[in-house]
């Protein structure tokens, strides 16, 4: 045994070490991808990269070759010989200069505008880090809202000629007002109930009478399902008109509301503006307050459903302003609402002769009782509806 030990021992020293065992790995056959191309961790090296090249040039080559092939004739290269040369010789316009000529007329605009509008303050500049406000495009939405507003108007005194009265009309909205209030929805569900109803009897001129609070109820259904978050059920709707209407006569007049209005129900509404005009003015809580009102006691007056939108929202604020503080309707104000107030002026006195006629109704107040909560700041007890101005403003109207 011994002996054997040291005959590998020196057999290991003379053949310099011991002995390495490589490990073979047995790999599958290579996958040639002809779609995605060859996708291996091949090295390519200079000469290999420059044969690609030339690979992809000489195919090129061929591809023209071919084209021209199937366009042969005299005439289509002497075409595209003379097209290319005509290429060649039309100059090019140097931008520099138009650049330069479009950076004038903005200028020449903005020092145009700045001499015009020289109170206008920029009340969008302190939302730019807020993406949720659009400061960039704000100016473009309100243009459009207000293109929206000529598209589709209520006509004035509309319901001449129906069997539905302008008083079936004030005890509706005024009840309307009542639901609105009991089933807590979002004010711009009131206006767009309004705006519906309104609408809807502009096209359907033969409504019967004891069916114009099936259309009122079903347009607060509408306008509930576009406006709120978790919207009430159609049962709630029957029953809050005491069951007087089931609901499948609710979901059959909300076919036919959607049906003459063409399913335009997005409409422009007052509060919209309203926003847009507090901001510019920079009023507070109880002047914006003050102005919903003035909007809501508008409602059921049919002879200010015809005014648009924007014009209810602007006279409302300036005369808002008028009451309490004695403020301006200054330059921002008329830039942003795009009224003056000269013509504003005729609206506020219709506004002021509502107010009045609102003390005097006692039948229908349910707006105004809605504006006595703290909720809304007993917004509708303030001494400032009984001052000498707005009684000067309602005997300029023809309201009273």
């Not at 609710?250 to 003459?260: G, H, N, T």
């Not at 002879?303 to 604020?317: D, E, G």
């Not at 009451?323 to 000269?342: A, C, K, M, V």
């Amino acid at each position: 045994m011994p002996l054997r030990a040291r005959q590998q021992l020196n057999m290991v020293e003379q053949n310099g070490g011991p002995r390495k065992v490589e490990a073979k790995v047995f790999q599958g056959p290579t996958l040639h991808r002809a779609a995605l191309g060859e996708m291996s961790n091949r090295n390519f090296s200079r000469h290999s990269l420059k044969s690609m090249k030339s690979l992809d040039i000489v195919k090129q080559e061929a591809v023209s070759v071919v084209g021209l092939k199937r366009y042969s004739g005299k005439e289509n290269v002497q075409s595209s010989v003379v097209v290319e040369k005509v290429k060649k010789e039309v100059p090019k316009e140097p931008v520099e200069d138009v650049v330069n000529s479009s950076k004038m007329e903005v200028d020449e605009l903005v020092v145009a505008f700045s001499s015009q509008r020289l109170n206008v303050e920029d009340i969008d500049a302190q939302d730019a880090s807020n993406p949720q406000l659009v400061s960039e495009y704000v100016c473009d939405i309100y243009n459009y809202l207000r293109s929206l507003e000529n598209k589709s108007p209520v006509q004035y005194r509309y319901l001449e000629g129906q069997t539905v009265t302008h008083k079936m009309r004030l005890i509706l909205v005024d009840w309307l007002v009542q639901v609105h209030h009991r089933f807590t929805l979002t004010q711009e569900t009131l206006f767009l109930t309004v705006g519906i109803l309104d609408r809807y009897l502009q096209k359907e001129r033969n409504v019967p009478r004891n069916k114009i609070q099936l259309v009122g109820v079903t347009a607060m259904f509408i306008a509930s399902k576009f406006e709120e978050m978790v919207c009430p059920d159609v049962g709630d709707f029957s029953y809050i008109t005491d069951k007087a209407y089931t609901k499948r006569e609710i979901l059959r007049m909300e076919i036919d509301i959607l049906k003459k209005l063409e399913f335009n129900i997005s409409i422009p509404l007052p509060l919209h503006f309203l926003r847009r005009n507090s901001k510019a003015g920079m009023v507070d809580s109880k002047h914006h307050t003050l102005a919903k009102y003035l909007m809501e006691l508008c409602l059921p007056e049919y002879t200010m459903c015809h005014y648009k939108a924007s014009v209810i929202a602007a006279a409302a604020l300036c005369l808002t302003l008028k009451l309490l503080d004695g403020g301006d309707w200054n330059d921002t104000l008329i830039y942003h609402s795009t009224y003056t107030e000269e013509q504003l002026m005729p609206v506020m006195c219709k506004m002021a002769a509502v107010v009045v006629k609102s003390r005097h109704n006692s039948k229908h107040q349910a707006v105004r009782e809605k504006y006595e909560a703290i909720k809304f700041m007993k917004i509708s007890k303030l001494p400032e509806l009984k001052s000498d101005m707005i009684t000067r403003l309602a005997e300029r109207s023809a309201l009273t």
